[in-house]
Nanobody, 123 residues
Framework: QVQVVESGGGLVQAGGSLRLSCAVSGSIFRINAMGWFRQAPGKQREFVAITTESGTTNYADSVKGRFIISRDNAKNTVTLQMNSLKPEDTAVYYC?????????????????WGQGTQVTVSS
């Protein structure tokens, strides 16, 4: 069993900052990519940012230059530093992790998702 738990959401004014954290625990041999998605009311879930095990990062154009993703491989955590927030960033933010649970099945990767954390940016 693998658990993914996000924290750090909340209400902030436009132009402000928030830091989201995500901890992955349980039956873990290795974690490949870790990332963040978001879903606004009435919209589909969309990609926000991703980081590989080696630290390579990629961002959605809408957050590039404002958000920073980072991870701590020793602690199996990933954070999303969100700066210069805009009302359109309002959404439920979901963390995910691509987990290899057994050293005997290195090709077997499962993507686990957290329950989400609400971010609300007021204008």
């Amino acid at each position: 069993q693998v658990q993914v738990v996000e924290s750090g959401g909340g209400l902030v004014q436009a132009g402000g900052s928030l830091r989201l954290s995500c901890a992955v625990s349980g039956s873990i041999f290795r974690i490949n990519a870790m990332g963040w998605f978001r879903q606004a009311p009435g919209k589909q879930r969309e990609f926000v940012a991703i980081t590989t095990e080696s630290g390579t990062t990629n961002y959605a154009d809408s957050v590039k230059g404002r958000f920073i993703i980072s991870r701590d491989n020793a602690k199996n955590t990933v954070t999303l530093q969100m700066n210069s927030l805009k009302p359109e960033d309002t959404a439920v933010y979901y963390c995910n992790a691509d987990v290899i649970e057994s050293r005997w099945s290195p090709g077997s990767v499962t993507r686990y998702w957290g329950q989400g954390t609400q971010v609300t940016v007021s204008s």
